[in-house]
C-alpha cells in the first residue's frame, strides 16, 4: 500500500516541544539538482581547462589528471560540500534547501557520503528516475539514498522577524471596548485566517486599489462573520480599519481593554 | 490566554538572540569546545526557546515568527543532542576503521565470495562447455583472441605499447573500477538482489577468462598477468560486495528488533569506512596494472610478477584481518 505523503516532519524533543522540517518538493530538489549539474559541468571544465596548460610537460599526466578530477568532482562534490556547508550545496543554497537528519540530529560524514554515494542507483536507468519514483513512494520523500542515510532533504525557514508595528499599531481600538466579545473573537479565529490577514496588512501597498479594497472586505466579512460587534464600535470602520483592529484584538493582552476613551478620560 | 506579541517579542527577543548566536558559531566552528559555563547557558537557552515555542503553539499566532523559533530551537536541538564528538581527523584511526568495519561483518564478506566463487564456476563450465560463448561471456576484445596467440604477441613485443598513455589509462582504470565498486554497494538498495547479480557477473568472466587461459596451457602467463592487480583489485570489488550486502541486511532487518532507520544508522559508519578503503585499494591496482601487468616476460619474468602479487595479497590480508585488533 502507499504511504501517504507528508509535507512536514515534525520531531518532539525529550522536553515535549515540537518542531518541524518543511519537506522539499521534487520540483525544487530537480532544481538544486540542475544547479549542481551546472556547478559540476563548469568545475569540471575549468579543471579540464588548466589540466590542458600541463600538457607542455607531460600529455599522459595531464590526461590522467583531468580524468582522475573530473572523477573526484562528480563523486565528491556533493559529499565534500553538504559536510562543509551542513548539508547545501549551491544548488540547495540557491533554491532554500537543506540535507537534514531524520532524527533532527547533526549529519555525520557517513551519513553525507552514503546518500551521495546511492546517486549511482537513484539515477538509474535515466534523469534519477529511481531516485523520483522512491521520492514518490515513500512517505518523507526520501530517494533510496536519503532512506539508506536516514536524511531528509527539507526547505530552510528563512529567519524573519515579524514588523509587528505594521500589523497593528497601538492606537485606540474600539473592539477592545467590549472585553467578552474580543476573548471571543480571540478564541475562533484561525491561524490561517490570522496569517491572511497579516500578509494582506503587510503588503496592502502591493496591491492594486480594487484587489485591495475586495480582499479587505473578504476578510472583514469572515471576522465579523465569527464575531458580532455592536453598531456604535464599527461606526466609521472601514473593512481595513477593521481587518487591523481585528488584528490588534488577536495579539493584545485582555488587559488593553483598559485603554478605552473612558479610562483615559479618567486619567 | 493570548499573549501580547509585542511585549512578548520585546522580552525574548534577546535570548533568542544571544541562542542564534551561540548556535551559528557552534555550526560554523565544529572544533569548538564551549567550557561548562557556556554549556550550562547553552542549554538554559534553548529550554527557554522551547518554552517560548511551546507557547506559541497554544495559540493563534503570526507564523513568521512560529518558523523563526522552530528553527531555532531545531539548530540548538541538533547542536545539543549531538553525543558524537566533532569530526577530526585522526589518521591512524581512520586508516584502522577500515579493517576494524570488515571484520564487524565477516558474513557479508564471505556472502559476497561466495557469489562470486559462484560466478567463476559458472563461466569455468561455461566456456569448458561451449568456447563460442567467449563473445557473450568476456565483453573485452583482447580476451576474444585465442590465448596462444596473445601470448605469442604480448611476449614478442618489442615496443612498449602504452608508452606515452601509461598514466591516464592508470587514471582510467582507478575511476572506472571505484564507480563498480560504488554501484555494487548502492545496489544493496535492491535488497541485496542487484549486488548479488554484480558479483556473480563478476565471477562469470573471472571464470570464463581462467578456464579460457588455463585450458590452453598458459596458467602461468594468465597468473602473472592477473596476480599483480588483480590480487587487490578483486578484493576491492569484494569490498564493495560485502558493504552492498550489509547495506541489505540493515535494510532487510532479519533477526534485529530495531526499527529500520537504527539498523541502517548502525551500519553507516562502517559502509563508509569500507568503500573508502575499497577505493583507496582501486587507486593502487590501477597504478599496479598500468604500470606492471601490462609487461610480460621477458620484460618483467613471471615468477617475480607472482611473487609480488602474493605479496600483495599477504600484506593485505594481514591488514585487514589483523591490524587494529584489541
Known amino acids: ?267 | 490566554m493570548i499573549i501580547d506579541l509585542p511585549r512578548f517579542v520585546a522580552a525574548e527577543r534577546a535570548y533568542w538572540d544571544e541562542l542564534q548566536a551561540l548556535v551559528a558559531r557552534l555550526e560554523t566552528e565544529p572544533e569548538w569546545r564551549l567550557p561548562l559555563a557556556e554549556i550550562e547557558r547553552l542549554h538554559y537557552l534553548y529550554e527557554r526557546c522551547s518554552a517560548d515555542l511551546a507557547r506559541l503553539d497554544t495559540f493563534s499566532t503570526e507564523p513568521t515568527l512560529r518558523a523563526f523559533l522552530e528553527s531555532l530551537v531545531a539548530r540548538a536541538y541538533t547542536e545539543i543532542h549531538e553525543t558524537r564528538a566533532p569530526i577530526k581527523v585522526h589518521w591512524k584511526a581512520a586508516v584502522l576503521a577500515f579493517p576494524r568495519a570488515f571484520r564487524r561483518h565477516g558474513a557479508a564478506f564471505r556472502l559476497s565470495l561466495g557469489a562470486t566463487l559462484v560466478g567463476c564456476v559458472f563461466g569455468w563450465f561455461a566456456i569448458r562447455a561451449d568456447s563460442r560463448a567467449k563473445a557473450v561471456l568476456m565483453p573485452f576484445p583482447h580476451l576474444l583472441t585465442s590465448p596462444a596467440e596473445r601470448v605469442a604477441e604480448e611476449e614478442s613485443r618489442k615496443a612498449d605499447r602504452l608508452r606515452g598513455q601509461k598514466a591516464s589509462f592508470s587514471a582510467e582504470l582507478m575511476t572506472h573500477n571505484i564507480r563498480v565498486t560504488i554501484f555494487t554497494l548502492a545496489l544493496g538498495m535492491t535488497w541485496g538482489a542487484g549486488t548479488l547479480v554484480m558479483l556473480f557477473y563478476n565471477g562469470v568472466i573471472l571464470g570464463a577468462v581462467a578456464a579460457d587461459y588455463v585450458y590452453a596451457g598458459y596458467g602461468t602467463f594468465l597468473t602473472g598477468w592477473l596476480l599483480p592487480h588483480g590480487s587487490i583489485e578483486i578484493p576491492a570489488i569484494l569490498l564493495g560486495g560485502q558493504a552492498g550486502f550489509v547495506l541489505a541486511g540493515a535494510l532487510i532487518g532479519w533477526g534485529s528488533g530495531a526499527a529500520r532507520s537504527a539498523r541502517l544508522r548502525a551500519v553507516a559508519p562502517d559502509l563508509f569506512a569500507i568503500i573508502a578503503g575499497a577505493a583507496g585499494l582501486l587507486v593502487w591496482a590501477g597504478t599496479v596494472e598500468a604500470f606492471i601487468s601490462q609487461y610480460h616476460q621477458p620484460v618483467v619474468p613471471y615468477a617475480l610478477k607472482i611473487a609480488f602479487g602474493a605479496c600483495e595479497l599477504i600484506a593485505l590480508t594481514a591488514f585487514l584481518g589483523w591490524a587494529g585488533r584489541e
Open chain 1, 1 to 267: 500500500m502507499k504511504p501517504k505523503r507528508q509535507s512536514r516532519l515534525s520531531i518532539e524533543t525529550p522536553e515535549g516541544v515540537v518542531f518541524s522540517y518543511e519537506l522539499a518538493t521534487p520540483v525544487s530538489r530537480s532544481l538544486a539538482w540542475i544547479v549542481d549539474a551546472v556547478a559540476i559541468s563548469a568545475a569540471s571544465y575549468i579543471l579540464g581547462e588548466l589540466c590542458q596548460t600541463l600538457n607542455l610537460l607531460n600529455r599522459d599526466w595531464a590526461n590522467a589528471v583531468s580524468v582522475v578530477l573530473y572523477f573526484a568532482i562528480s563523486v565528491l562534490y556533493g559529499i565534500l560540500l553538504e559536510w562543509r556547508w551542513r548539508g547545501q550545496t549551491i544548488g540547495k543554497r540557491l533554491l532554500g534547501l537543506r540535507v537534514v537528519d531524520v532524527h533532527g540530529l547533526r549529519l555525520q560524514l557517513p551519513q553525507i557520503a552514503l546518500r551521495n554515494l546511492l546517486r549511482l542507483v537513484d539515477a538509474l536507468p535515466a534523469f534519477y528516475l529511481v531516485g523520483g519514483l522512491a521520492c514518490q513512494f515513500s512517505r518523507c520523500a526520501q530517494r533510496l539514498g536519503d532512506l539508506a542515510a536516514n536524511t531528509i532533504v527539507a526547505r530552510e525557514p528563512k529567519p524573519e522577524t515579524p514588523d509587528l508595528e505594521q500589523i497593528a499599531p497601538a492606537k485606540y481600538n474600539s473592539l477592545l471596548a467590549h472585553p467578552h466579545l474580543a476573548a471571543r473573537l480571540r478564541s475562533l479565529v484561525t491561524p490561517e485566517a490570522t496569517a491572511i490577514a497579516i500578509r494582506a496588512v503587510t503588503q496592502r501597498d502591493g496591491y492594486d486599489p480594487s484587489a485591495r479594497v475586495a480582499l479587505f472586505r473578504d476578510l472583514a466579512a469572515h471576522f465579523r462573520s465569527l464575531v458580532e460587534f455592536p453598531e456604535d464600535s464599527l461606526e466609521g470602520l472601514t473593512d481595513e480599519q477593521y481587518v487591523r483592529s481585528v488584528l490588534r484584538v488577536i495579539y493584545g493582552s485582555p488587559g488593553e481593554a483598559n485603554n478605552s476613551p473612558q479610562r483615559r478620560d479618567r486619567e
